[in-house]
C-alpha cells in the first residue's frame, strides 16, 4: 500500500489516500469517488499532465503508483436535463468504430500513443481500404524504380494521365459532352458561346437590320 495526495479542483482542500501501489484504473476511481462522495461516471483524474483512461483497445489499463503521488482530480458537471452535451474533449478526436478489428485497434493506438501522430493523418491511414494502401506501397517501389533509371518526371505524368483517364467516367447511352469533338457528327450542346455562334448572331442581327431600313 502506499499513499497518495488528491488535489480536487475547486474549494476542498487536498486529501490523503491509501491505495494499492498497482491497480486498475477503474479500481483507482472508484475508490477516490467512494471516499470523496463524488459521481464516478463524472470523474477525471490526472497524473503528471495526462488524462488517465479506464481501458485502451478493450483492455483495462493499470497505474503503478509510488507513495507521495499526486493526482488531480476533477468532476465534470452534469449537462442540463433534457440536453445531451458531451464535453469531453476525446469524443472531438478521431475514433475507431467498435467493430474494428483488434489488431486496427492496436496499431491505432501504437500511431497514437507512441508515435503521437496527429488525427488529421491517423483519419487518411484508416480510411483507406487495404486495396488502396497495397496500390500506395506498389506505386512508392515503381517511383523508385523509376528514378533509379531517370525516368521519373515521366513516371509522375504517367500516373497523372491515368489517374485522369480513370475519372473520365462512362457515358450513358444519349449523354452529350460538353465539348463538341467529341460528339456524333461533332454535335453541340445548345447555348453554346463559340467562333460561329457569334458569326451567326450578328449575320442575323445584320439582316433584320437591313430588312427593316430596305
Given at each position: ?58 483492455d ?25 452535451i458531451?464535453?469531453?474533449e ?11 478489428s ?44 523509376a528514378?533509379?533509371w ?16 480513370l ?48
Amino acid at each position: 500500500m502506499v499513499e497518495i495526495t488528491l488535489k480536487i479542483i475547486g474549494p476542498a482542500r487536498p486529501s490523503r489516500l491509501h491505495v494499492p501501489s498497482s491497480l486498475r484504473v477503474h479500481d483507482l476511481r472508484k475508490l477516490i469517488a467512494g471516499k470523496n462522495r463524488l459521481p464516478v461516471e463524472n470523474l477525471k483524474l490526472i497524473s503528471q499532465g495526462k488524462v488517465l483512461h479506464d481501458r485502451e483497445d478493450e483492455d483495462d489499463i493499470y497505474i503503478q503508483l509510488n507513495y507521495g503521488d499526486s493526482l488531480i482530480v476533477a468532476v465534470k458537471p452534469k449537462a442540463p436535463s433534457g440536453l445531451d452535451i458531451d464535453d469531453d474533449e476525446e469524443d472531438l478526436k478521431f475514433q475507431l468504430p467498435q467493430s474494428t478489428s483488434r489488431w486496427k485497434k492496436k496499431l491505432y493506438s501504437f500511431l497514437l500513443n507512441r508515435l503521437k501522430l496527429p488525427d488529421i493523418l491517423l483519419m487518411a491511414i484508416f480510411s483507406l481500404s487495404l486495396k488502396a494502401w497495397i496500390l500506395v506501397i506498389l506505386w512508392f517501389i515503381l517511383a523508385h524504380v523509376a528514378h533509379k533509371w531517370d525516368l521519373g518526371p515521366l513516371y509522375i505524368l504517367g500516373t497523372g494521365f491515368y489517374t485522369i483517364f480513370l475519372n473520365l467516367g462512362r457515358r450513358q447511352p444519349g449523354d452529350v459532352s460538353a465539348y463538341s469533338i467529341f460528339n456524333e457528327d461533332f454535335r453541340e450542346l445548345p447555348g453554346t458561346l463559340n467562333a460561329d455562334a457569334i458569326d451567326r448572331d450578328i449575320r442575323t442581327e445584320g439582316a433584320q437590320t437591313w430588312t427593316m431600313h430596305g
